[in-house]
């Protein structure tokens, strides 16, 4: 069955660095789209990034625009998602999902398949 395992997560300050890594089996990685998701305590689980199944497209939510930047390799059937000059309104887990088919959709009932995410704070 599908699989998504999460890794990278952690405290950091301000302005920090972080480089998630979703290690994904069960299926054709490379004919899918991907996506990462964060929640907060007490709110929805948002959409941050999506990629398409050959990364000839990418999609950032506007709070990330510019300070994340999502990979895959299809090779290695991992995914991606480089962070920088986090703050503290990032700190969430964040969870890696696989897409539908070969193109994104935003919503969480288009990514049937989800990790347990790995928790990413940011504090001084």
């Known amino acids: 069955q599908d699989r998504l395992v999460e890794s990278g997560g952690g405290l950091v300050q301000p302005g920090g660095s972080l480089r998630l890594s979703c290690a994904a089996s069960?299926?054709?990685?490379?004919?899918?789209?991907m996506g990462w998701f964060r929640r907060a305590p007490g709110k929805a689980s948002e959409l941050v990034a999506a990629?398409?199944?050959?990364?000839?497209?990418?999609y950032y939510t506007d709070s990330v625009k510019g300070r994340f930047t999502i990979a895959r390799d299809n090779d290695l059937n991992t995914l991606y998602l480089e962070m920088k000059d986090l703050k503290p309104e990032d700190t969430a887990l964040y969870s890696c999902?696989?897409?539908?088919?070969?193109?994104?959709?935003?919503?969480?009932?288009?990514?049937?398949?989800w990790g347990q995410g790995t928790q990413v704070t940011v504090t001084s």
């Open positions: 990629i398409t199944s050959n990364a000839d497209n990418s």
């Open positions: 069960g299926f054709n990685f490379d004919l899918y789209s």
């Open positions: 999902a696989k897409g539908q088919g070969p193109l994104f959709r935003r919503a969480p009932h288009s990514y049937p398949a």
